[in-house]
T-cell receptor, first 112, second 113 residues
Framework: KAGVTQTPRYLIKTRGQQVTLSCSPI?????VSWYQQTPGQGLQFLFE???????NKGNFPGRFSGRQFSNSRSEMNVSTLELGDSALYLC???????????FGPGTRLTVL | DQQVKQNSPSLSVQEGRISILNCDYT??????FLWYKKYPAEGPTFLIS?????DKNEDGRFTVFLNKSAKHLSLHIVPSQPGDSAVYFC????????????FGKGTSLLVTP
């Protein structure tokens, strides 16, 4: 099976702009979660989507949002970008009845 | 607050020896624990997991031990190989409150020839 894919791999934006990142889960996985990795805070949970519904949300401001489509592909959006949003954004997918999450390669976002 | 802690930021081990990476957690609701290996600018790669109903799980050179009373788990790699050099993350989750993974800050393992 193909793994989790994320696009784009690298992105450079300026403060105040918005950005959309995309994730395609492993075939058959309906759960998609998003994480942010920064040097200071480490890996932090953003949100999880299952069957197009957000089921769980981490402690991030409302500028961070997401959605999931009927084919389980997911997008996350960050509006009004701040310098501190520069990070590696990781997507992970999980099979329905299992706890193990499999990660994609990530999108490196740089905000200037 | 950090619910999963990896108190050793780095570890250096000789090739062929055992590597032991440690992890402590504070939330007694965690019931599933995972170890991931990560290279810079890449996504974490799943290594091994353990449910709270077990105290040991093995997969090849990797063994994870869980001590629920101490809220402590460890990853043993035997024998260690230079290709094992990477950052290792411990993660924990609770099925009762969603499947969000809570990660430690990671331990950088260096295996020297």
């Amino acid at each position: 099976k193909a793994g989790v894919t994320q696009t784009p791999r690298y992105l450079i934006k300026t403060r105040g702009q918005q950005v959309t990142l995309s994730c395609s889960p492993i075939s058959g996985h309906r759960s998609v979660s998003w994480y942010q990795q920064t040097p200071g805070q480490g890996l932090q949970f953003l949100f999880e989507y299952f069957s197009e519904t957000q089921r769980n949300k981490g402690n991030f401001p409302g500028r961070f949002s997401g959605r999931q489509f009927s084919n389980s592909r997911s997008e996350m959006n960050v509006s009004t970008l701040e310098l501190g949003d520069s990070a590696l954004y990781l997507c992970a997918s999980r099979a329905d009845v299992l706890n193990t999450q499999y990660f994609g390669p990530g999108t490196r976002l740089t905000v200037l | 607050d950090q619910q999963v802690k990896q108190n050793s930021p780095s570890l250096s081990v000789q090739e062929g020896r055992i590597s032991i990476l440690n992890c402590d957690y504070t939330n007694s609701m965690f019931d599933y624990f995972l170890w991931y290996k990560k290279y810079p600018a890449e996504g974490p790669t799943f290594l091994i997991s353990i449910s709270s109903i077990k105290d040991k799980n093995e997969d090849g050179r990797f063994t994870v031990f869980l001590n629920k009373s101490a809220k402590h788990l460890s990853l043993h790699i035997v024998p260690s190989q230079p290709g094992d050099s990477a950052v290792y993350f411990c993660a924990a989750t609770s099925s009762n409150s969603g499947y969000a993974l809570n990660f430690g800050k990671g331990t950088s393992l260096l295996v020297t020839p």
